[in-house]
């Protein structure tokens, strides 16, 4: 006999699924996600020495976006964009785009 609903086999797995997610905070698909408890995490500070262009680019990065589509956004030219995420990968002491990306969202930036 069968423990499952319309036939196709997933729904006792749903279920459990989202009991044992909402039971770790997290939430159903198009739901706000759980926010954990606590103070929030401090501003980095080495993002105090970065000018509001280099904030701009920083936060385009944190998007996903490449050098070509940063520099369409911000009105650059496409070399000046990659001029741009060099310095920051320099300021931040970031050894690459996905730790910019990291650094973005954890600001806020992104």
């Given at each position: 006999?069968?423990?499952?609903?319309?036939?196709?086999?997933?729904?006792?797995?749903?279920?459990?699924?989202?009991?044992?997610?909402?039971?770790?905070?997290?939430?159903?698909?198009?739901?706000?996600?759980?926010?954990?408890?606590?103070?929030a995490p401090a501003?980095?500070?080495?993002?105090?020495?970065?000018?509001?262009?280099?904030?701009?680019?920083?936060?385009?990065?944190?998007?996903?976006?490449?050098?070509?589509?940063?520099?369409?956004?911000?009105?650059?030219?496409?070399?000046?964009?990659?001029?741009?995420?060099?310095?920051?990968?320099?300021?931040?002491?970031?050894?690459?785009?996905?730790?910019?990306?990291?650094?973005?969202?954890?600001?806020?930036?992104?």
């Amino acid at each position: 006999m069968s423990r499952t609903r319309g036939g196709c086999g997933l729904w006792p797995f749903r279920r459990d699924g989202l009991r044992l997610s909402t039971r770790l905070g997290g939430a159903p698909l198009g739901h706000e996600p759980a926010r954990r408890a606590g103070p929030a995490p401090a501003p980095d500070p080495r993002l105090d020495r970065l000018t509001t262009r280099e904030r701009e680019v920083l936060a385009r990065v944190g998007l996903g976006e490449s050098n070509q589509e940063i520099a369409a956004a911000l009105f650059l030219s496409p070399a000046t964009a990659r001029t741009y995420v060099g310095r920051l990968l320099g300021k931040l002491q970031a050894r690459d785009r996905t730790q910019l990306a990291v650094l973005a969202h954890r600001a806020g930036l992104a």
